[in-house]
């Protein structure tokens, strides 16, 4: 199923990309939400902040502030749709879901979008493991990233807010080749910065090198996300 199969129908008035990056997230917004008015993407990285405003420099209603997400600076009640992607395991999540909850409209919808651990095939295993380890490779360098939570424990984060009307789709493609060429080389430079970026644990330098043989033998598929949501 894909991503506009459920946002097409939905007005998001004002909307806001917490923990927004690049804006990535904003990108699926934009192109399968039936209309909105404003997006505003929140982050607290200055490089997030660059890439941003770049990206969408001749958008005028779609901005960036940098923020905290534990700490939103807006008043209750202020967006029509409060949005998270791929962000809770870099984060406190359950203060920031309440943080987004504060800031919804009753009646506003708020959107999870986050990649899980469990329930994957063989090739999407790659990915879940992959990230785990990049996950360990931050986390020795001071950035805060978590392992991926399992598809029940997201659920259970997103029922704590007592949403109505909460919908859940799992996203997932296992069309492309797993053994891709062109993929297979991009991954190679990613895998070169992060054994640098784990020099001085030669355990995580190690299971980089187990991973590199994994991806050429088993191969490679997104994990499956999990668009979770629900009105306030
Ligand atoms: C994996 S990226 C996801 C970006 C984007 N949402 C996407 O789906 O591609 C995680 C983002 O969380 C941001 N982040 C981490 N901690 C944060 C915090 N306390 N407040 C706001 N943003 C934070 C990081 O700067 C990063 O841009």
Redesign the pocket.
């Known amino acids: 199923m894909e991503s506009d199969d459920i946002l097409s129908s939905i007005s998001g008035g004002r909307v806001l990309d917490v923990?927004?990056?690049g804006g990535?997230?904003i990108h699926t917004l934009m192109d399968e939400l039936k209309d909105y008015t404003e997006i505003i993407g929140?982050?607290?990285?200055k490089n997030?902040a660059a890439a941003f405003s770049e990206t969408f420099r001749k958008q005028k209603n779609i901005h960036f502030q940098l923020?905290?997400?534990?700490h939103l600076d807006f008043g209750d009640e202020t967006f029509d749709t409060v949005c998270i992607?791929?962000?809770l395991h870099?984060?406190d999540p359950e203060p920031v879901l309440r943080e987004m909850k504060r800031v919804l409209r009753p009646g506003g919808l708020l959107v999870v979008s986050e990649m899980y651990r469990d329930n994957q095939t063989d090739t999407q295993m790659t990915h879940v493991l992959l990230h785990h380890w990049w996950a360990a490779v931050d986390t020795v360098n001071d950035i805060?990233h978590r392992e991926t939570y399992t598809r029940e424990e997201l659920m259970q984060m997103i029922a704590k807010l007592e949403l109505s009307d909460v919908t859940s789709v799992d996203l997932f493609d296992l069309s492309d080749d797993p053994k891709s060429p062109d993929f297979l080389e991009q991954l190679d430079s990613v895998f070169e910065s992060y054994i640098q970026r784990a020099e001085g644990h030669p355990e995580l330098q190690a299971r980089g090198e187990e991973l590199k043989t994994r991806v050429k033998e088993i191969g490679f598929h997104s994990a499956t996300t999990l668009v979770a949501m629900g009105r306030k």
């Open positions: 923990a927004t990056g990535n997230f929140v982050d607290n990285s997030a923020m905290d997400a534990h992607s791929n962000s870099h984060l805060v």
